[in-house]
């Protein structure tokens, strides 16, 4: 996929893992780009299939677009001859970019897949609430705790990370953590390989030189980040059950084994929208093969 803006700038490019899994950080990374699901339009070369059923559920617009019509806006606008996926997805970017009042949105799907409509609404409301959560603990953490970023980078998401932040919310108490401790949080949360490891990095980077902000002010910031880290945490528990749920679905359905071989789709965040995210953009998801 390839993800642009309103003016053509490439964002990002990705190519998503099949099922459920790639629905999740399409909408992980639509999470970073747009403020709402309205904002985002797709494209896609099919109007059938599982993915184009989570993703109208999901309250994006989608276009479908003939093939036929990828091909003569190709030969149109594009002057090199040289054929790829990142080429497709970003003409088909451009094409909803610029031309999208021609084609007709998809106005859902069979009724075998709007069984997935409820599942995959909620999956991707849950996915968007926790990156905000994770947007303002990523926040909290520059202002008073930047250790923990240097330490578990952007993904705020990861057991690794909450685990330690659950029990290490500021980073005095941070840095009286031994390995042992940290080891066993980071058990806690799923980790099997490379323990002892991990948690020496980890502690290295928590008891790095720092300067500290005043004790009232750095306990009023740790209530802050403990309560950020418990919501975070429930939240991916519960995304982790809907996304079972929606797995079952997906796999329950007759057309599960076709879906995987379609094209993929073109998504943008809407420039009318009511409510505009900083960064506008669109993307080409490709199916996994």
């Known amino acids: 996929m390839v993800v642009l803006d309103e003016h053509g700038t490439v964002l990002a490019k990705r190519r998503f893992a099949e099922g459920v899994a790639g629905v999740a950080a399409l909408h992980e990374l639509l999470a970073e780009l747009a403020g709402e699901p309205t904002e985002v339009v797709v494209g896609i070369e099919t109007d059938r299939g599982l993915w184009v059923a989570s993703l109208v559920a999901a309250g994006y617009e989608v276009y479908a677009v003939n093939p036929l019509a990828v091909a003569r806006y190709w030969e149109r606008h594009v002057v090199s001859g040289a054929k790829s996926d990142p080429a497709d997805a970003q003409v088909l970017a451009d094409l909803v970019r610029t031309d999208r009042h021609h084609h007709r949105p998809v106005a859902g799907d069979s009724e075998l897949a709007q069984a997935t409509k409820v599942l995959a609404r909620a999956h991707q409301r849950a996915i968007w609430d926790r990156q ?36 290490a919310p500021t980073p005095a108490l941070a840095a009286k953590l031994s390995v042992s401790a940290i080891g066993a949080a980071l058990r806690r949360g799923g980790r099997q390989r490379n323990v002892e490891s991990r948690a020496q ?5 928590l008891r790095a030189p720092r300067l500290d902000a005043p004790a009232a002010v750095a306990a009023a910031y740790g ?52 409510s505009h995210a900083h960064h506008e953009g669109y993307q080409h998801a490709r199916t996994p093969e």
Request: charged share 25%; glycine share 6%.
């Open 132 to 167: 905000r959560q994770l947007n303002r603990l990523r926040s909290i953490l520059r202002e008073f705790f930047p250790a923990a970023l240097e330490a578990f980078g952007t993904d705020l998401a990861h057991p690794d990370a909450l685990g330690v932040l659950e029990r």
């Open 201 to 205: 990095a980890i502690q290295k980077l």
């Open 223 to 274: 209530a802050q980040v403990r309560s950020l880290v418990a919501v975070a945490a429930e939240m991916t528990r519960q995304i982790a059950a809907l996304e079972a749920e929606l797995g079952r679905s997906f796999e329950s359905h007759p057309d599960a084994e076709i879906v995987r071989s379609l094209p993929g789709g073109v998504l943008k965040a809407h420039p009318e929208a009511e």
